[in-house]
């Protein structure tokens, strides 16, 4: 028997095609349950492309992907939650209203109303979700009374209120300030460790990658043709598992040996 556990996700052979045009080739990956990994990589190198394959929101052209030993769902299902750079946030509801609304659409999908004792527990639930980011305060104001770091604690909450086994996050904190964003570092490794949670975050930041991640994962081309840039596709040129905090003057070493992988 293996001393290692299946992992929570896996991806085989998996490639991602536009008619002629090739984002991603020969991409295998297993996931381990409980860690955190950081994908970077040149711009139109298939990161966010990964995400959405993940997501569920698009399907691999060939190959396949594994969740629990089981194909993936086609529709991303609550398993799955994911927050983006940009706020996913309703402006005509309040924060309560906006973190309620993601377990009115699970427990009542034709409605997405919930009453009586059902509403009651929901909000309770919220209020829990909202004081574990950081809102515990501002549970009655709107989004536009909101700073970006609030906003972004907001997008956290309604990703998190219905407990993902998997939370992806796309460039979550690139337009933060870097006071701000060292705070939602600290949040987010906070939320994962309590909520063990499985977390995937794509970032153009190297240092936010090494500084968050268990294990980072450079996505790039092998293969280059100049003439035809479009024949070849973007897989995983670079995978380093983190013990613990990593070394910076390491990670400042790896962020170079990145650097010329990008240029080559």
């Not at 529709?75 to 906006?98: A, I």
Request: with cysteine; glycine share 8%.
């Amino acid at each position: 028997m293996s001393d290692h556990p299946a992992p929570i996700l896996s991806l085989q052979n998996v490639w991602v095609e536009y008619g002629d045009k090739i984002v991603l080739e020969k991409v295998d990956l297993d996931i381990a349950e409980g860690s955190f990994v950081s994908i970077i990589g040149p711009s139109g190198a298939g990161k966010s492309s990964l995400l959405r394959l993940i997501l569920g929101q698009e399907r691999p052209t060939r190959g396949k992907i594994m969740l629990d030993g089981r194909p993936l769902a086609p529709e991303c299902g609550p398993d799955r939650g994911v927050v983006f750079q940009r706020y996913s946030v309703f402006p005509h509801l309040s924060v309560l209203g906006n973190t309620v609304f993601g377990l009115e659409c699970e427990q009542a999908p034709l409605l997405a109303r919930l009453f009586g004792f059902a509403r009651r527990a929901a909000t309770a639930e919220a209020t829990e979700m909202l004081n574990a980011v950081g809102l515990g305060n501002s549970l009655h104001q709107y989004p536009a009374q909101l700073s970006g770091g609030m906003q972004q604690r907001l997008a956290i909450a309604q990703a998190l209120i219905k407990r993902p086994r998997i939370l992806l996050l796309d460039e979550p904190f690139g337009a933060l300030d870097p006071g701000i964003r060292a705070d939602m570092h600290g949040l987010i490794k906070q939320l994962w460790r309590d909520y063990a949670l499985t977390i995937i975050m794509v970032t153009h930041d190297i240092r936010e990658a090494f500084t968050l991640g268990t294990r980072v994962l450079a996505l790039d081309k092998r293969r280059h043709d100049p003439h035809a840039p479009h024949r070849f596709g973007a897989t995983a040129v670079y995978d380093l598992a983190l013990r613990g905090d990593a070394d910076p003057a390491a990670a400042e070493a790896l962020s170079v040996s990145l650097n010329q992988v990008s240029s080559s």
